[in-house]
Structures are given as structure tokens and as C-alpha cells.
């Protein structure tokens, strides 16, 4: 039980660290910034960048719903799979941007060993 409630901390510190990081851009700006405003590829008729656009979105939308889904079989391919498409998919588009992804990374490594373990308890 324990575990699961450092799981559930982890998963929103997550989900806040990939809305709230940001960076001093002629003023501040966040994460969510970029994928909603700043970063309109179809606008400027990029297609590639507008698939990234949507990995980004769905991958955050799961990202945001993985505190509801630990109990869930597909929890554990989720966790690994939404996140690191999410890095990558951003890595990709903004290059620079990881750096503002530092945090998310933490969090998110460290709910996959957490999960590790509830796991490991679960079957021992």
C-alpha cells in the first residue's frame, strides 16, 4: 500500500513537471505552451512535425491518466511506452526542449523502480 501511494506521488509529480517546466523564451513559457500554441506545424505545412504533434498529444493524454490506470494490466507497457514516447517525440520536434524535460525523466524513472518493486511484492 505504501508503495502504491509513492506511485500515485511520483505519477502527478510527473504529470506536473510535464505541464508547469518551462523555459525564459522572451518571457516565461511552459511545456504545455509549446504543444498547444508554439508549436503548429500544420500551419506552417510541416506534416512530419504535425505526427509529432499528435504523438506528443496522445502520449500526454495517457501520461495524465496513469494515476487511474495502476491497477490495470497494461499499467507497467503504459508506463514505459507513453513516457518515453513523449520524450522522444519532443526530443525530435524542439531539440533543445529536453533540458525541460530533466525533471519529467526523474520522476518518471523513479516510478518505473517503484512499480518494479510493488510488482516484485506482488508476486513473491
Not at 505504501?2 to 510527473?14: D, G, N
Not at 505545412?45 to 496522445?58: E, F, P, S, V
Amino acid at each position: 500500500m505504501k508503495r502504491q501511494i509513492t506511485l500515485i506521488i511520483l505519477l502527478v509529480m510527473m504529470i506536473l513537471s510535464s505541464l508547469f517546466t518551462g523555459a525564459d523564451i522572451k518571457g516565461w513559457i511552459f511545456l504545455y505552451e509549446f504543444e498547444l500554441e508554439i508549436f503548429d506545424p500544420v500551419v506552417a505545412g510541416q506534416y512530419g512535425y504535425a505526427l509529432l504533434k499528435i504523438l506528443i498529444g496522445l502520449s500526454h493524454l495517457v501520461i495524465l491518466i496513469l494515476p487511474f490506470l495502476i491497477k490495470t494490466r497494461l499499467f507497467t507497457k503504459l508506463l514505459i511506452i507513453a513516457p518515453l514516447i513523449f520524450i522522444v517525440a519532443h526530443t525530435i520536434a524542439l531539440g533543445l526542449i529536453f533540458f525541460l524535460l530533466i525533471p519529467f525523466l526523474i520522476f518518471w524513472l523513479m516510478a518505473i523502480d517503484v512499480n518494479k518493486k510493488m510488482q516484485h511484492q506482488l508476486t513473491s
